[in-house]
């Protein structure tokens, strides 16, 4: 009998057109590299063999601006048909999700989450939503208020904590959409010494930074193996392209991490997968949750023993 988990994500680039402050898998910098689906479709399929998710959402970086989405999108729904499908997306490629990408959501009891970062754009997404679905049986709002109205203040008094609001929009094949105006992001591990220098950010107790993780049953498939967390799943090739000031412990200790392959215990990494890993330490222990600042790319990197800082421009003046 396979083993089953609740949720994970799959995780297919590392790359996005958005730099939003503390960004857990740290697509705020210059980080390169899409995962094309034939070069671990195998990886995927034995991975499929050991495994069973309740949930899978496809996330990047921003994964619509992967060369091979919709492959992706395709060979993770036939992999694992009974699970409920999610994309995660922040509404910027809205060419992408095509009538075919629909299709493939309405077999697998589908979602399309849409992240607005920008509320210039809300409008247009919620349009979008409602182009993009079939017939609508059911809109429902979690959290209603006047977010725009907070927004503009928000601008004004920093003191202003902007509520998290979803809307969603569900059709009569089961098809949702969900647009989420979220705007607070939890400390990312990496922060920017100097505007020019990158460091880990935390020294942890584990235990005292898994308790209160609000990641820790996010667990993330990369390259066809499943890791427990987001950080554990980036951080190796993140230390590949990005110079960090960071121990030679904490650096192997970085790339110590072993996930899920088809040469594992599967149960005996499922059983311990809820529990804190050494590499907790890399993360907060004291909950902290704010606004966040979405901008283009910052910190790009030109090689590994130069770093640069570009200027940053505000999300809400890009042309899209």
Request: with cysteine; aromatic share 10%.
């Amino acid at each position: 009998m396979k083993s089953r988990l609740k949720y994970t994500e799959v995780y297919i680039t590392n790359v996005c057109n958005y730099s939003c402050t503390n960004c857990q898998s740290l697509n705020n910098f210059a980080f390169k590299g899409h995962q094309l689906w034939d070069d671990y479709c195998s990886e995927y399929t034995a991975l499929s063999n050991l495994i069973d998710f309740d949930t899978i959402q496809i996330i990047g970086g921003e994964p619509t601006l992967n060369p091979e989405f919709e492959k992706w999108v395709s060979g993770i729904s036939k992999l694992w048909p009974n699970a409920k499908l999610q994309i995660a997306t922040n509404g910027t490629r809205l060419d992408k999700l095509t009538k075919s990408i629909y299709q493939i959501l309405s077999k697998n009891n589908g979602t399309l989450w849409i992240t607005c970062h920008d509320i210039q754009l809300y409008d247009r997404f919620l349009d979008f939503s409602k182009a993009f679905l079939n017939n609508i049986v059911s809109d429902t709002v979690d959290n209603e208020c006047d977010f725009k109205s907070e927004y503009e203040q928000s601008k004004i008094d920093s003191t202003v904590k902007l509520k998290t609001v979803s809307r969603k929009l569900i059709d009569n094949r089961g098809v949702e959409v969900i647009l989420d105006w979220s705007q607070s992001f939890v400390p990312s591990s990496i922060t920017v010494l100097d505007n020019q220098r990158l460091a880990m950010k935390y020294n942890s107790d584990p235990s005292q930074a898994h308790d209160i993780c609000y990641f820790k049953t996010c667990h993330q498939i990369n390259k066809g193996k499943l890791y427990k967390c987001p950080l554990v799943s980036v951080l190796p090739d993140f230390l590949d392209q990005f110079d960090i000031d960071m121990s030679d412990d904490d650096r192997a200790l970085a790339y110590s991490y072993k996930p899920l392959t088809a040469d594992r215990d599967v149960a005996e990494f499922v059983n311990g997968i809820h529990d804190a890993i050494p590499q907790c330490k890399f993360c907060p222990s004291k909950y902290i949750k704010h606004n966040f600042v979405g901008t283009e790319k910052k910190i790009k990197i030109v090689s590994r023993d130069q770093v640069i800082q570009s200027p940053s421009v505000n999300a809400s003046s890009r042309s899209l």
